[in-house]
Structure formats: structure tokens, C-alpha cells
């Protein structure tokens, strides 16, 4: 049971900040339980993808970004991570060659987001992508656009000249978010090449959820849903502890079944 894993698994949230208490509380006790190996408190997982106490106190994006950053270099020392984090990466994106500079992928999408909010053909082509992040901030021209020309909402992860260990970070590749600029609700699928559902899965659940709200009401939108994929994903729990989360759940966990 704790090796069990799926291929190309899609779990699909419509309100990714609400939880259930109940449900919470159990899956928090029984990963306390665990101490071999010891497991990081929901929250941290959270904060490792998005800041929400930060962000909680922060009136704009530019505030969060540079605030962050502020501490970005004493926390990969703290955490023990020389690559950092997700959400270091996705607000200081290692420039492309001969532009050094960190691209802040979020302010980014903010900003194409605000401005093709009210184009109705810009419904349903921010397509994620696997390129490098452009050092081009020029947005699409929304009222006539060039063949074939589609503008870019996505936020990298990997980048492929540092990450270069297999089993390394980062497990999660990109994000990327969808308009419907009928409705002003923006969408976000997010991709994993590979998910330890027990160990991290509530915690990256519920930070793209706060993610996804971040980007679309700093855009003057509502925050939608949240689908996920993940190449493999990998159980990583007994079968008693999946039974005590289903019993908490009322329904299969996590799509992988007893």
C-alpha cells in the first residue's frame, strides 16, 4: 500500500481554499504520528508554494515580491534547500543568458491577465508551455493579433540548466492559468512530474488554491478552479491511515482508492 502510485492522475477542486475541519484535523494527527520519516507540518508545506501569512498582510503584488525577497537568501540557508522554493521561483525566475536579472512570472501574469480581462477571444489560450522563460515583458496584442500569435500566462518551476538531478527538486513543472473573461474568473492547472500524495498532496492543494486567488484578485478577477495533474503519483501511506482519512472524507481519497 504505501507504494502504490498512478500514472497521469487528475484531481480537479472547485473551491481549493475551503477544508473540511474534520478531515484536517485527522490527516494532521496522523502525519504528527509519523517519525520515520518525520513529516513537515501542512503549513509548511504550504508557505514552501505560497506565503499566505504574508500575503495576508501585503496590499499588492510588488509589496509581497519584494518583501520576499527580502529574506528569500536566509531561508534557502534555514530550509536547507540551495534550489529555494516554489514560490521563489515563480516571483524570482533565474534570467534567461545575457539578462541575469530574476523574472517575477506572477507580477507578470497579473499584468497580461489585467489587460486581456476584457478581450473575449482571450478566453481559453493561456497554454502552458515547457520553453524558458521569455525576458520579453511585451504583452499580446489583444485587438489584433499576428497568426498564430497566442498570449503566454504560465509560470515555470524547472529550470533546466540548474535542475538537473533526477530525483531533485522541483516535482511541481509549471502552472498555468486560464481566463474566462465571460464570467472574470481565472482558472489554474498546475502540473507535478511527480506527487507524494500523503506527504505533500493537502498542503499543494490548498497553496495553489491561495495562489490562484492571489494572481486573479490582484488582476480585479475571482478566483476559480484548480486542476492538478501529476505524471506519477505516489500513495505513500498505510492502508489504516487511508481508511481513517476516507472514513474522515466520506469519499475515495486522493483518487488512488483503497
Same mark, same amino acid.
Given at each position: 500500500?504505501?507504494?502504490?502510485?498512478?500514472?497521469?492522475?487528475?484531481?480537479?477542486?472547485?473551491? &481549493?481554499?475551503? *477544508? =473540511?475541519?474534520?478531515?484536517?484535523? +485527522?490527516?494532521?494527527?496522523?502525519? %504528527?504520528?509519523?517519525?520515520? @520519516?518525520? /513529516?513537515?507540518?501542512?503549513?509548511?508545506?504550504?508557505?514552501?508554494?505560497?506565503?499566505?501569512?504574508?500575503?495576508?498582510?501585503?496590499?499588492?503584488?510588488?509589496?509581497?515580491?519584494?518583501?520576499?525577497?527580502?529574506?528569500y537568501?536566509?531561508?534557502?540557508v534555514?530550509?536547507?534547500?540551495?534550489?529555494?522554493?516554489?514560490?521563489?521561483?515563480l516571483?524570482?525566475?533565474?534570467?534567461?543568458?545575457?539578462?541575469?536579472?530574476?523574472?517575477?512570472q506572477?507580477?507578470?501574469?497579473?499584468?497580461?491577465?489585467?489587460?486581456?480581462?476584457?478581450?473575449?477571444?482571450?478566453?481559453?489560450?493561456?497554454?502552458?508551455?515547457?520553453?524558458?522563460?521569455?525576458?520579453?515583458?511585451? &504583452?499580446?496584442? *489583444? =485587438?489584433?493579433?499576428?497568426?498564430? +500569435?497566442?498570449?503566454?500566462?504560465? %509560470?515555470?518551476?524547472?529550470? @533546466?540548466? /540548474?535542475?538537473?538531478?533526477?530525483?531533485?527538486?522541483?516535482?511541481?513543472?509549471?502552472?498555468?492559468?486560464?481566463?474566462?473573461?465571460?464570467?472574470?474568473?481565472?482558472?489554474?492547472?498546475?502540473?507535478?512530474?511527480?506527487?507524494?500524495?500523503?506527504?505533500?498532496?493537502?498542503?499543494?492543494?490548498?497553496?495553489?488554491?491561495?495562489?490562484?486567488?492571489?494572481?486573479?484578485t490582484?488582476?480585479?478577477?475571482?478566483?476559480?478552479?484548480?486542476?492538478?495533474?501529476?505524471?506519477?503519483?505516489?500513495l505513500?501511506?498505510?492502508?489504516?491511515?487511508?481508511?481513517?482519512?476516507?472514513?474522515?472524507?466520506?469519499?475515495?481519497?486522493?483518487?488512488?482508492?483503497?
Amino acid at each position: 500500500m504505501p507504494n502504490a502510485k498512478g500514472y497521469h492522475t487528475v484531481v480537479r477542486i472547485a473551491d &481549493p481554499r475551503r *477544508e =473540511d475541519p474534520h478531515l484536517r484535523a +485527522e490527516l494532521d494527527r496522523l502525519r %504528527a504520528a509519523r517519525t520515520k @520519516p518525520q /513529516l513537515y507540518p501542512i503549513d509548511t508545506v504550504v508557505n514552501t508554494l505560497f506565503p499566505t501569512a504574508l500575503a495576508e498582510n501585503c496590499m499588492t503584488h510588488a509589496e509581497l515580491a519584494a518583501r520576499y525577497r527580502q529574506f528569500y537568501p536566509r531561508l534557502k540557508v534555514v530550509q536547507r534547500n540551495a534550489h529555494g522554493t516554489y514560490f521563489g521561483r515563480l516571483i524570482a525566475y533565474p534570467g534567461a543568458d545575457g539578462k541575469p536579472e530574476p523574472v517575477d512570472q506572477v507580477a507578470r501574469i497579473i499584468s497580461r491577465l489585467e489587460k486581456l480581462s476584457k478581450s473575449a477571444q482571450w478566453n481559453a489560450v493561456y497554454e502552458a508551455g515547457i520553453a524558458h522563460v521569455a525576458d520579453s515583458d511585451t &504583452p499580446p496584442n *489583444e =485587438d489584433a493579433p499576428s497568426p498564430g +500569435e497566442e498570449p503566454s500566462a504560465e %509560470a515555470l518551476v524547472r529550470v @533546466p540548466a /540548474l535542475d538537473t538531478q533526477t530525483l531533485d527538486f522541483p516535482c511541481l513543472s509549471h502552472c498555468s492559468f486560464q481566463l474566462d473573461s465571460a464570467t472574470g474568473t481565472v482558472h489554474l492547472a498546475a502540473y507535478y512530474r511527480s506527487h507524494y500524495m500523503f506527504d505533500r498532496a493537502y498542503g499543494n492543494y490548498l497553496a495553489l488554491g491561495h495562489l490562484n486567488a492571489w494572481v486573479a484578485t490582484q488582476a480585479g478577477l475571482t478566483p476559480g478552479t484548480l486542476t492538478v495533474m501529476a505524471g506519477c503519483a505516489r500513495l505513500g501511506c498505510t492502508k489504516a491511515e487511508l481508511a481513517t482519512l476516507q472514513r474522515s472524507n466520506n469519499t475515495p481519497l486522493f483518487g488512488l482508492g483503497a
